[in-house]
């Protein structure tokens, strides 16, 4: 089965930037999506088709994918950033959805 | 504004058949892709299955034995069922809504998740 890999956790200072990466075999030829947990809440799309930003998500949010990682880069990272966030991506051969097992972002 | 709720018993007996249900409000089912995932205490979001065209679905493999997920289109409800549940499907579970899939869009729309304990 497809399997995703991410950083257990990654920290960054407020107004620095955050690399967040979920590594997976020729993920650049999948569409990768990302959602941000904030704990006792309901994941929330950040990121969709690799680079994608929802309505209503800040520009501080981006994403980029190619050969085998995709990576959300937060910019500016605020303090309500702080949160787990997963990778999700398509599973073409299962036609299934696999999640990456989470990045802790914390801001010091 | 697309706003999902889940329901059901918050405690289930093991080998017994968790039972959910997901009601939408501000969609139509059959305009949509619609999924379950869940979380154990702690972990991260394990994908459950999806739904889509008013009953054509499918399953994560390690599940897909266990699991049935079906629509109820005059009630706008898509249910979960997974069979002889034991403690490791203790899990809050989400539904979620998909606009197509192969994470073209991503799941753009969680509902708030309802915690189920598998305990005697």
Not at chain 1, 8 to 23: E, K, L
Not at chain 1, 47 to 56: A, T, V
Not at chain 2, 58 to 85: C, E, G
Not at chain 2, 87 to 98: F, K, L, N, P
């Amino acid at each position: 089965s497809y399997e995703l890999t991410q950083p257990p956790s990654v920290s960054v200072s407020p107004g620095q930037t955050a690399s967040i990466t979920c590594s997976g075999n020729k993920l650049g030829g999948k569409y990768v999506s990302w959602y941000q947990q904030k704990p006792g809440q309901s994941p929330v799309l950040v990121i969709y088709q690799d680079n994608k930003r929802p309505s209503g998500i800040p520009e501080r949010f981006s994403g980029s994918n190619s050969g085998n990682t995709a990576t959300l880069t937060i910019s500016g990272t605020q303090a309500m950033d702080e949160a787990d966030y997963y990778c999700q991506a398509w599973d073409s051969t299962t036609a299934t959805y696999v999640f990456g097992p989470g990045t802790k972002v914390t801001v010091l | 504004q697309v706003q999902l709720q889940e329901s059901g018993p918050g405690l289930v007996k093991p080998s017994e058949t968790l039972s959910l249900t997901c009601t939408v409000s501000g969609a139509s089912i059959n305009s949509y892709y619609w999924g379950w995932i869940r979380q154990p205490p702690g972990k991260g979001l394990e994908w459950i299955g999806y739904m889509y065209d008013s009953g054509r679905t499918n399953y994560n493999p390690s599940l897909t034995s266990r699991v049935t997920i079906s629509v109820d289109t005059s009630r706008n409800q898509i249910s979960l069922k997974l069979s002889s549940v034991t403690a490791a499907d203790t899990a809050v579970y989400y539904c979620a809504r998909e606009v197509s899939l192969a994470a073209t869009y991503g799941m753009d729309v969680w509902g708030r998740g309802t915690s189920v304990t598998v305990s005697s």
